[in-house]
């Protein structure tokens, strides 16, 4: 009897042994996964809060002194510059589709309104249809407002790319106005 207990004994040892590795690699294994699991959710979470601030004009690169509000103040005239309407409202096309272009995108149509409603206090209007990176929209629109002269962005229509679709480029149809003091 003693010889067959010691037997099985002897048959549950490395039985028992491969049991206690075989969790220990398992444990190993899961602990593994979540630690990667976590670094990818790091990494998500540290993307989606550099996107959030670039777009709220926080990050590093797009402002570089937020400490004084006035290191920033754009220079310049308020008002759009010309001798006449028409050449205010080529400034007005210069200075969007410049906008645009720095930014990679490509201008499609123009149109210089003259005789908008406002017109007789010295607004000019401007439609433009243009194509341009997703990722580059906020910065578009900060730019053609940010600076000098001052312009407004009356109507921003924004037809994304369909689903499905690999394109990361959007048609945005901008209506933009400035005023021009050359008429008083």
């Known amino acids: ?16 042994v491969a049991g206690y590795v075989g969790l220990i690699v398992v444990l190993l294994g899961l602990t593994v996964f979540e630690f990667s699991a976590i670094g990818e959710r790091r990494a ?9 601030a670039q777009m709220e004009g926080r990050s590093p690169t797009a402002r570089k002194n937020i400490g004084s509000p006035f290191t920033d103040a ?42 908008k409603a406002d017109a007789k206090d010295g607004w000019i209007g401007l439609v433009v249809s243009c194509d341009i990176e997703q990722a580059s929209l906020q910065q ?35 209506a933009v106005s400035g005023q021009w003091l050359g008429g008083k």
């Not at 009897?1 to 028992?16: T, Y």
């Open 1 to 16: 009897m003693m010889n067959s207990w010691s037997s099985l004994h002897a048959l549950q040892r490395p039985a028992a």
């Open 44 to 52: 998500t979470v540290s993307a989606e809060e550099e996107m959030l």
């Open 74 to 115: 754009p220079s310049g005239s308020p008002f759009l510059q010309g001798q006449t309407v028409t050449v205010a409202g080529a400034a007005l096309l210069q200075r969007v589709t410049t906008a645009v272009s720095l930014l990679g995108g490509n201008v499609l149509s123009s149109q210089v309104d003259l005789q």
């Open 140 to 174: 578009l629109l900060y730019d053609i407002e940010a600076g000098m002269p001052f312009l407004f962005i009356d109507q921003l229509v924004v037809d994304a790319p369909p689903v499905g679709v690999a394109s990361s480029r959007t048609h945005v149809l901008l």
